[in-house]
DNA sequence: ATGAAAGCGCTAACAC
DNA sequence: GTGTTAGCGCTTTCAT
């Protein structure tokens, strides 16, 4: 069994009370005491169980996070964000994969609720009443999604977008195809956004075409109609269909940076995996796993600022050229 | 605040204990009385606060997953596996990113100890001693290295190298090399290992390369020293730097399918993301994490089988082919 | 089949 | 500055 705050306090021939004091409070307690005890605790290997504490305290040190699929690198590079801010903060992140499963997810934050502070959810599937229902259960905050009232943290895409067609404008494409992922996507609903305020502003066409899975097979899929319809760059959802895209245009021998540019979101260049230099908008996935986890740790995010836009960049590379028309 | 088991005997007029047994042993309590204390539970949305329930039973329900990096795609993939195994036995999975760093390693593993079942700890940094000292203050679980004593779950990658080499040796390749990642890799000891039975076997000279950095620079970084060594065939410590190798040879002008065969491991194509067909030795990560979790759920595990071995497998693609002097 | 009560490891009044 | 004590929400004897 555990070594217990009890055999501390023998140890050190205290109370109780003292040793959790050393821990807790530490100037409460009387220098030479406290070495004495922190002391014996070293020895013992002494590490006061967070559970018990909890019990008391109300508060559990813990965060759980909600991601639709751990193995998606979008969502593991938000953990990481997760992970590391926690851990700053003393705390302990609770992982759940919700399995792109809305009833999961709502499972999910209710087991977990009572075991932490606080919960982020990624990219919820959820319907908007059943978001609310949740964030009754516990304080949450939400990620890629906006529901009134409920705290979260937004990546700009649309304004991703709006760089995005603006440099394709300038650069002569006048057709582009926006690939869209799922529909009940909200990052995928503020691409739209962006791009419909866009593309006229640029005067640049934006073909519609969607909606896809978001993955590779998906971005082989759209590709066909993309080329069908005759555009001279592709929008895709993520750096996934956009990889897909690539494979399917180069099987049907179409040159990617000559004869169509093809832009990603998601940017995964952080694995040092992106094949070819595939421009891309960059979302700061880690930098929004820390934001969330902040907001969850800081009180006072509930009465005041409700939402945290981080900014997303372009970041180009040599997959935009000129269309052949224009060279 | 949170619903508590009270307030459901009260509204049930029934005692707590009874309420619990509903929970924790139904066949105890009158069928009649059980649909009362279930219905009304259900309507006060209660459920049972798990760190209270393990505080008595000593039990968690809390299963700890340590890894040196969630966003490499190879260890995301585990934790999948992890969180499904976990969920399917009602476990809830901790999470901690020990951020490649033994000392955090040796820290989370501490501080996990109490509040979890048992903990999982994938390609542990550690020293031997470290190890052993850990799986002293909690079950462990390892994954991908061998402690004597200590359970584990380990990929079998040697067999890998050698159905790797067979290939490349039957194709006629006599010169190939291998790429080496760090050096306290108990993967590639492995699969160094498995090079060195099977090079002669196979009648192929094994160069030795490395250690790299197991990423896409240090791919790029081995290809110009492969290149050096006038061998036809590489073998590269991962994906990721499978893939810098394929771009560095793009770069220096030396055709990948035709003048050159590259292997890599950790075939993360589950993410779509094999830019080109690359042939890789498949690690079966995801059921890894699955047998780690089932290892720690099953009590016998520690007195019986001590060890599981996961088969691996070769997936040839069009990027090996018979080297030039053979065709 | 059910209730009463003890106690899991800890913190937080409340004494001294 | 330190000790005593009463719970936190739950399970589990031990009665009944």
Redo the contacts with the bound molecule.
Sequence with gaps: ?????????RGA?????????????P????????RRVLQVAGELG??????????????TGNIGVVVPDVANPFFSAVLKGCAARAREARHVVFLADAAEDPRVEAEVVGAMA?QVDGIVLCSPREDLAQLERLAGIAPLVLLNRDVEGVPSVLMDSADGVRQAVEHLGALGHRRVAHLAGPATSWAGKERLRGLRAAAPANDVEAVELGPFPPTFQGGVQAADLALARGVTAVLAFNDLMALGVLSRLAARGVAVPRDMSVVGFDDIEMSGMTPEPLTTVRMPMEAAGRAAVDMLLDEQTTESELQRWLPTQLIVRSTTTPPAEVR
């Design positions: 069994m555990a070594v217990t705050i009890h055999e501390v306090a021939e205290v109370s109780v009370s003292t040793v959790s004091r050393a821990f807790t409070v100037e409460m307690v009387h220098p030479e005491t406290r002494y590490q006061p169980n967070r559970a018990a504490r909890g019990l008391v305290t109300g508060r009572k």
